[in-house]
T-cell receptor, first 115, second 112 residues
């Protein structure tokens, strides 16, 4: 099973709303990632969790708040977003054993529209 | 700063042709290189992973090569089919970090 599952697939939210994106994998991967992708652009890294601890924050605005409740789940909490935050949000995971990092597997993404 | 470039940006070929997609990177200190395909509005599907110590990987009609010293990788697709139409992205994993740096992608169209 090489599946990363993201919910919801589509989300429309107002600028005053609070919502959460969810990501789940059961491959035993200990590294999990959030990427943001704008139309016709490559994905851009937002956050990395390694062994359930935040290891990289690419200077993401605080209106995006990641959470890793356990080794299989990754959440992205959204609050007071701006229309320019509309994008495809991708979750990924990879195996990490010591210095060995395996292939990254991506979910199908959540298409977020901020109105 | 690592930069990844993919050439060409778009490619249209008739069905059945063999084709090569190119990827170059500026810093040879990479951990691995991965090729993905992305269909419109969808997530990324991993195609091939090449570790920095490897020269090539094969999966079915796909073959990816890596020349780390020259900062180049190619993805060879044999006997192309309309179902191969998608955007192909290469990404390098920076050594000492858990960050994938992506190229801009090649949008491939296979015409029946």
């Amino acid at each position: 099973d090489t599946e990363v599952t993201q919910t919801p697939k589509h989300l429309v939210m107002g600028m005053t709303n609070k919502k959460s994106l969810k990501c789940e994998q059961h491959m035993g991967h200990r590294a999990m990632y959030w990427y943001k992708q704008k139309a016709k652009k490559p994905p851009e890294l937002m956050f990395v969790y390694s062994y359930e601890k935040l290891s990289i924050n690419e200077s993401v605005p605080s209106r995006f708040s990641p959470e890793c409740p356990n080794s299989s789940l990754l959440n992205l909490h959204l609050h007071a977003l701006q229309p320019e935050d509309s994008a495809l949000y991708l979750c990924a995971s990879s195996q990490e054993r010591g210095r060995r990092i395996g292939a990254a597997f991506f979910g199908q993404g959540t298409r977020l529209t901020v109105v | 700063k690592q930069e990844v470039t993919q050439i060409p940006a778009a490619l249209s070929v008739p069905e059945g042709e063999n084709l090569v997609l190119n990827c170059s990177f500026t810093d040879s200190a990479i951990y691995n290189l991965q090729w993905f395909r992305q269909d419109p509005g969808k997530g990324l599907t991993s195609l091939l992973l090449i570790q920095s110590s490897q020269r090539e990987q094969t999966s079915g009609r796909l073959n990816a090569s890596l020349d780390k010293s020259s900062g180049r990788s190619t993805l060879y697709i044999a006997a192309s089919q309309p179902g191969d139409s998608a955007t192909y992205l290469c990404a390098v994993l920076i050594q000492g970090a858990q960050k994938l740096v992506f190229g801009q992608g090649t949008r491939l169209t296979i015409n029946p």
